[in-house]
C-alpha cells in the first residue's frame, strides 16, 4: 500500500554495478550474448553497457577484484540481477541466443506477474531474465499483487523465437533491469533499511526469510532474503559480485528528499558525484552491499563524445549540505 512517506511511484532500478575477475570475459557475455551495447570501456579496468542509448544499464569493474574469486557460500550479497525485456518475443529471443551459444539454464518459472529463466553469468553472478506481464494481469482493482511460481511453458515461450533474433544482435530499446534481489543477514534489520528509511512498499513477506518491495505499485524492485545468509558477512574483499545497484529516483528533489530522509535518520554516504549524465549518492545497506541513489538529467543535457556516444567520465563533486537543502525549498515550475 504506497503512503505519504513511500518512495515516489516511477522509483526503479537505474542500472547495476558488478565486480568482475575478467572484464573481458564479461563484457564478451553481456556484449556477445545478451546483446547489451558498450557505451564507454576503460581499458581492462571497467566497462558501462546499455540497451537503447541508456548512459548505462550494466557497468563492471575490475578496481578490486581482478582474479578475484566468488563470494562465500554463506556470505550477504547478490541473489541475482533480473534483466526485464519489453516482450515475451524478447525475452524468448535472448534464450534462444543463449541455448544456441551451449549456454546451460538453471531454472525457468512462471510467477503470473512475468515469466522468468534463471542463470549465472561467466562469474556466477546470479542473472533473472524475464518479461512482465500487462499489470491489468496480476494487480488487483485494491492495488493488492498476485504473484506466484508455476511452471513455465518453455515450448509456447520459445516458439516465439522461432526464425527471429534482434537487428545486428543487438537488445532492444526498453530492455532494463527490472529488479535485484538481495542476499541479506537479517530481514527485519534490511527491510528497515529499504521500507522505512527508503520509502519502498512492501508487496509480500515470508516470516523471516524473505521480502518483496517496490515502488508504484510494480511486483517488486528489490527482493530480500537470507535463505543462504542468516546472520552472514559482507563477501571478503577482491572478491567478484555485487558492486552497487543504483535506484534512480524520477526528479532531482525526489534524490535530495530521500538523502534528506536518510540523514534524519542518522544515516551516511559514502561518497558522491554529479556525472552529468545522473547525480549520484553513494551508501550502502545494512549488509554492506552498495547503494547508489541516482537522479538521471534529461538525455538532451548528457555530456557526449564527438561521435555522439554518452561521455560517462567527466563526473564532478557537488555540495551535499546544500544539495539536501534544496529538499525543503518549495518546488516552483
Ligand atoms: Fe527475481
Ligand atoms: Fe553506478
Redesign the pocket.
Known sequence: MTTNDSIPAGAHIGHTHLKAADLDRQVAFYHDLLGFDVVQRMGDQAAFLSAGGYHHHLAMNTWESRNGESPARGTTGLY?I?INYPTRKDLAIVIKRLLEAGWTLDGASDHLTHE?VYLTDPEGNGL?LAWDRDPSVWRKPDGSITMGSEPLNFQSLLAEAEGADWPEGRAPEGTRIG?V?LKVSDIDQAVHFYHDLLGFDQIARLGNSAAFLSAGGYHHHL?LNTWESAGGQPPAPGTTGLYHLAINYPTREDLARAVKRLFDNGWAIDGLNDHGTHMAIYLHDPDFNGIELAWDRDRSEWPRNPDGSVNLFGGKPFDIQEFVASADRPVTA
Open positions: 541475482h533480473a522468468a533473472e529488479h534481489h527482493g
